[in-house]
């Protein structure tokens, strides 16, 4: 009989150790160690067994395409690269209250009309469920619903060929498998239940969804082997002041990474934003300084988002820098820049930064967005109505092009934008010619030319600051 032995393993980064300890060494997270009993190998000279002979396949060949599943939500199938397909393993992470539950409810609601589905739950009561189905038009929806956390009795309970569609597991932290002695939760007992119910989904062909908690710092909690075991990760994201939420993916192997699906909470559950940037946008006012409207891409689809900033003096030593959607460290470069390459004194103001309507930016693109709203802050002159900013900052203070500049200009031109002050094309991309539409490019190569643009309008508003865009040199127009 194998002896047990035991073990120190970090709950946020699945680190082992032979002793305890207050902060992990490897992700310091501080008192997320805990002792776990393992079951020691069998020596060497027992149980060994002799390998069977596995089976290679060429590289040419015809392979079955991957048959999808649509829900009928076109968010979130178009998050997961156009449907779920069957045998594959989905996690699904997110702040507490922020609608997990409630969309995978809705997709499971949506799916039953062509195949079963089954719902179990290892945190809420039968009868709580079905109180969400009412408030959600879902009562009548053909799902199976359980509350169970024995893995075991899940397996044996569904490893039949019935034709299962979908299964939805929230969540996965509640889950246990009963060969392990550790309390459920912990990374051995995540890692052992997210295996165990990914090979059932694989062997069935049917697709499961995982719903993961997640830490202080917002990534999923557990060990980060859970990602790699499973084929798509989504993470819910948004502010639960604001009712927009994001779903966002950051691992697919059946489409793109980071894709989005942008939703909106309502009394009747979450509902489908199918031009999301006139949401986000709809709040906008053209006379506040301070603001620029950033024209970016996520995903496949181009996106129009408010930027906005607040500049104010300070009297601390170190002025506060507070961002909120955006990255600090980013930030920090743009500041410096405009101090450096431009002259323009921040090092002694307070600096506020917010992404409107709760969405995220990782998009290098947003720098020049970032930097008109610091300008237009401490400048005291709003940005031109009607415009649109993108472009990449360099530590030099050049700016540099991005991609798909046509698709944003595009998406401004179909909300009303007339104006968007750009990155200068490529000389070959002038002689090739843009055409279409009244865009107008206001091209610019250093982050100087758009703090003059500011210099000018402080006299005379958006008249000069017009005088000011003639004076720059300009790409073709743009449709």
């Known amino acids: 009989m194998a002896r047990q032995t035991r073990r120190f393993v970090c709950q946020a980064c699945g680190a082992s150790f032979t002793k305890w300890s207050g902060r992990c060494e490897s992700c310091g997270s501080w008192n997320a160690i805990i002792e776990e009993a393992i079951e020691a190998a069998a020596p060497r ?17 015809v392979s079955e395409a991957a048959r999808r599943r649509r829900t009928g939500i076109a968010e979130f199938d178009r998050v997961c690269g156009g449907g779920i397909v069957p045998g594959s393993g989905i996690l699904v992470g997110g702040e507490p209250g922020i609608g997990k539950s409630t969309l995978l409810l809705q997709v499971a609601a949506a799916l039953a009309r062509e195949a079963p589905c089954a719902y179990i739950s290892g945190e809420e009561a039968v009868d709580q469920v079905r109180m969400r189905a009412e408030r959600l038009g879902l009562g009548s929806a053909s799902i199976q619903l359980a509350v169970a956390t024995d893995v075991r009795d899940i397996v044996s309970t569904l490893d039949r060929p019935d034709g299962l569609g979908l299964l939805v597991i929230d969540s996965i932290q509640t889950m246990f498998v009963d060969n392990l002695e550790s309390a459920p939760g912990t990374v051995a007992q995540v890692r052992a239940s997210a295996q165990a119910l990914i090979g059932l989904a694989k062997r069935r062909g049917f697709t499961v969804v995982l719903v993961g908690h997640v830490t202080k710092e917002g990534m999923i909690a557990g060990p980060k082997v859970l990602e790699h075991m499973v084929d798509t990760v989504l993470y819910f994201e948004g502010d639960t002041s604001h009712q927009f939420r994001v779903l966002r993916a950051v691992k697919n192997r059946f489409g793109p990474t980071d894709e989005i699906g942008v939703f909106e909470m309502t009394d009747a559950g979450l509902k489908e934003v199918t031009n999301p940037s006139a949401l986000f946008l709809s709040d906008q006012r053209d006379d506040v300084t301070g603001a620029s409207v950033f024209a970016g891409i996520e995903g496949s689809r181009p996106l129009l988002v408010e930027i906005q900033s607040l500049i104010a003096p300070s009297q601390l030593p170190s002025p506060r820098r507070a961002v909120v959607g955006w990255d600090a460290g980013r930030l920090a470069m743009i500041l410096a820049v405009l101090e450096a390459r431009c002259g323009l004194s921040l090092s002694g103001t307070e600096v506020y930064l917010n992404v409107a309507g709760g969405l995220r930016i990782g998009e290098p693109a947003a720098d020049l967005a970032v ?6 802050a401490a400048r005291g002159v709003p940005v031109p109505p009607k415009t649109v900013v993108f472009g990449e900052i360099g530590l030099s203070g050049e700016i540099r092009a991005v991609s798909r500049t046509e698709a944003r200009l595009k998406e401004a031109s179909k909300l009303g934008f007339t104006r968007a002050i750009a990155p200068t094309a490529p000389a070959d991309q002038k002689k090739r010619g843009r055409t279409g539409g009244a865009m107008e490019i206001v091209g610019i190569t250093h982050v100087r030319d758009l703090v003059g643009l ?6 005379g508003g958006e008249h000069e600051f017009g005088q000011a865009v003639r004076r720059v040199p300009k790409a073709a127009s743009h449709g």
């Not at 000279?45 to 060949?61: E, P, T, V, Y």
């Open 454 to 459: 500011f210099g000018a309008a402080r006299s």
């Open 371 to 376: 930097a008109a709203a610091l300008v237009s």
């Open 45 to 61: 000279s027992l149980g060994r067994r002799r390998g069977h002979s596995i089976s290679f396949a060429d590289l040419q060949g």
